[in-house]
């Protein structure tokens, strides 16, 4: 309902980052309308915005420029249409929106559909790391119900030390699994604090036979979350094991290996709510490289775009 409060923001205008044009640098903080959220929406107040590399190309197919970029984010929700229930005004939560033609997240106000993905905010817990569990805590979920591990299964992540692979070797590991992960060499003791049993390094020649000397015949499955990484990983892979694609790789499946993708329609709220909860009583990690300032947020897209943040990186409106 639009009361007091709705008539003030819609006089204001708001801090956004935009993409003003097609160009891959076509991207400028400005300033844009607050969206007016429809009946089956939620005007979120947004206190902390999740980076992803998807920021910049994640753009609806009916695009008008300028369009206010992101997917992910924490903050209070302003105000509710006629006919969302569930939700009021005041509520703490983190989400991921969709493409959504009024425009995303990177934003001091983003409408969002009552349809998205919106997990309350426990007590206690930050926007700012609230914010970073929405997305990769949805696509680990799903990624490791695709390879359906069972206790004492052996899990190979190809890129474990960023924002997924953190979450993913916690919950493979919660559930009785083995798991090793790749990364650089800095970043080994950082998976085995998270515990990762066995770690090595993708730029190291000899890396698939230390995991085969890890796990001879081959791990049970294999998570690639880095793009290009499934084709090594499968050669890690036992005969008859699973692989999940979390980049969209595409690779000949051999030795009856499961070449899965990301199953994007099974639901995982229920989880997602779990694991929050779980962060929020300090049971699973979540690592924030780093936390910007809102108007950093262009070197905060440069640094994901590397591919070697540790963990994720945050835009704070505080
Ligand atoms: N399908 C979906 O629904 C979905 C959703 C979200 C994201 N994604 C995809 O997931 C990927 C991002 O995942 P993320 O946010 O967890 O990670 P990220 O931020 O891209 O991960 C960075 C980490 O990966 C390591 N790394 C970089 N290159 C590597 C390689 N070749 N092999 C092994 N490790 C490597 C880096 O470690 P070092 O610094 O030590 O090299 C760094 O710590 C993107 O490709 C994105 O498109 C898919």
Same mark, same amino acid.
């Given at each position: 309902?639009?009361?007091?409060?709705?008539?003030? #923001?819609?006089?204001? $205008?708001?801090?956004?980052?935009?993409?003003?044009?097609?160009?891959?640098?076509?991207?400028?903080?400005?300033?844009?309308?607050? +969206?007016? +959220?429809?009946? !089956?929406?939620?005007?979120? !107040?947004?206190?902390?915005?999740?980076?992803?590399?998807?920021?910049?190309?994640?753009?609806? @197919?009916?695009?008008?420029?300028?369009?206010?970029?992101?997917?992910?984010?924490?903050?209070?929700?302003?105000?509710?249409?006629? $006919?969302? /229930?569930?939700?009021?005004?005041?509520?703490?939560?983190?989400?991921?929106?969709? *493409?959504?033609?009024?425009?995303?997240? #990177?934003?001091?106000?983003?409408?969002?559909?009552?349809?998205?993905?919106?997990?309350?905010?426990?007590?206690? =817990?930050?926007?700012?790391?609230?914010?970073?569990? &929405?997305?990769?805590?949805?696509?680990?979920?799903?990624?490791?119900?695709?390879?359906?591990?069972? @206790?004492?299964?052996?899990?190979?992540?190809?890129?474990?030390?960023?924002?997924?692979?953190?979450?993913?070797?916690?919950?493979? /590991?919660?559930?009785?699994?083995?798991?090793?992960?790749?990364?650089?060499?800095?970043?080994?003791?950082? =998976?085995?604090?998270?515990?990762?049993?066995?770690?090595?390094?993708?730029?190291?020649?000899? #890396?698939?036979?230390?995991?085969?000397? #890890?796990? +001879?015949?081959?791990?049970?499955?294999? *998570?690639?979350?880095?793009?290009?990484?499934?084709?090594?990983?499968?050669?890690?892979?036992?005969?008859?094991?699973?692989?999940?694609?979390?980049?969209?790789?595409?690779?000949? &499946?051999?030795?009856?290996? $499961?070449?899965?993708?990301?199953?994007?329609?099974?639901?995982?709220?229920?989880?997602?709510?779990? *694991?929050?909860?779980?962060?929020?009583?300090?049971?699973?990690?979540?690592?924030?490289?780093?936390?910007? +300032?809102?108007?950093?947020?262009?070197?905060?897209?440069?640094?994901?775009?590397?591919?070697?943040? $540790?963990?994720?990186?945050?835009?704070?409106?505080?």
């Amino acid at each position: 309902m639009t009361g007091l409060k709705g008539v003030v #923001w819609k006089m204001n $205008r708001m801090k956004a980052f935009v993409k003003t044009g097609p160009g891959a640098d076509d991207l400028a903080i400005e300033q844009a309308a607050v +969206p007016e +959220p429809g009946d !089956r929406e939620l005007l979120i !107040r947004i206190k902390a915005v999740g980076v992803g590399i998807h920021d910049s190309y994640f753009l609806p @197919q009916t695009i008008r420029y300028p369009y206010v970029i992101g997917i992910e984010a924490a903050g209070i929700v302003e105000e509710t249409g006629n $006919r969302v /229930t569930g939700f009021r005004p005041g509520d703490r939560v983190a989400l991921v929106s969709s *493409m959504h033609e009024k425009g995303g997240t #990177w934003a001091e106000f983003a409408a969002v559909s009552a349809d998205s993905l919106i997990l309350p905010i426990p007590d206690g =817990m930050s926007f700012e790391q609230a914010a970073a569990v &929405p997305v990769a805590g949805n696509t680990a979920l799903k990624a490791l119900s695709a390879l359906d591990l069972k @206790q004492g299964d052996s899990l190979f992540i190809a890129g474990a030390s960023g924002a997924i692979g953190t979450l993913a070797i916690q919950l493979a /590991t919660g559930k009785g699994c083995t798991v090793a992960g790749s990364a650089s060499k800095p970043n080994h003791p950082y =998976m085995k604090s998270l515990g990762a049993d066995r770690t090595v390094d993708y730029r190291d020649p000899d #890396w698939k036979r230390q995991i085969l000397d #890890w796990k +001879p015949g081959g791990v049970d499955a294999a *998570m690639a979350v880095q793009p290009g990484t499934s084709e090594d990983a499968l050669a890690v892979v036992r005969d008859g094991g699973r692989l999940v694609t979390v980049s969209g790789d595409r690779a000949e &499946p051999e030795r009856g290996i $499961r070449f899965l993708q990301i199953p994007h329609k099974t639901d995982v709220r229920h989880e997602l709510n779990t *694991m929050i909860n779980q962060i929020a009583d300090g049971k699973i990690h979540v690592e924030i490289e780093q936390v910007y +300032p809102f108007s950093e947020g262009l070197q905060a897209l440069r640094k994901t775009q590397t591919r070697h943040a $540790r963990g994720k990186l945050i835009l704070t409106l505080v």
